[in-house]
């Protein structure tokens, strides 16, 4: 966005202002927003995010990918008091950036695809929620990692036509 380096309070504002828009995230979420919008470089963003967990504006919790970022009470008092401070075109990025990466990550928390290498070859785990209902839960077992990419790969581009297939296989009948 802007190749300008920005103050440490408007780093901090920018941040607690994220949040905000964007709700409760998972800190590997919110990270990739920041830097996919470009609002902060990763090194602003890391001594930012920890200063602000330290003054209370934000708190880690558990979450599923490790630590969730919620915005506290001194975290909205202050960005309400210094919200202005923050440039219009940054506020503005934030503001039509957010529901499109709102949408990727509700599909990304739906839909997943993770290998890891074991000692007969490789494992591919493969899962698609609906309203936190598990609707499928894969195992494979592959021989190579080019092959257990491409279906992971496939899995997270197709998982409601893969889905429909696998049922329909199993009862023999279209679905």
Request: include cysteine; charged fraction near 25%; proline fraction near 5%.
């Amino acid at each position: 966005m802007q190749a300008r380096r920005k103050p440490p309070s408007e780093q901090k504002l920018l941040i607690l202002y994220a949040v905000r828009e964007m709700g409760a995230l998972e800190l590997p979420e919110l990270e990739r927003f920041i830097l996919g919008v470009e609002l902060l470089t990763y090194m602003e963003f890391r001594l930012s995010l920890y200063e602000l967990v330290d003054t209370g504006h934000l708190r880690l919790i558990p979450g599923r990918l490790g630590e969730a970022c919620l915005l506290t009470e001194e975290g909205r008092g202050a960005l309400a008091h210094f919200e202005k401070r923050i440039p219009q075109s940054l506020r503005g990025a934030v503001q039509s950036s957010a529901a499109s990466w709102r949408q990727k990550l509700i599909r990304e928390r739906q839909v997943f695809a993770e290998y890891s290498k074991n000692p007969q070859g490789f494992a591919a785990q493969l899962y698609l929620l609906e309203q936190s209902n598990e609707m499928i839960n894969i195992k494979l077992e592959l021989p190579d990692e080019a092959l257990t990419r491409r279906v992971c790969e496939r899995w997270r581009t197709e998982p409601s036509m893969l889905y429909k297939a696998v049922l329909s296989a199993l009862l023999g009948e279209e679905v």
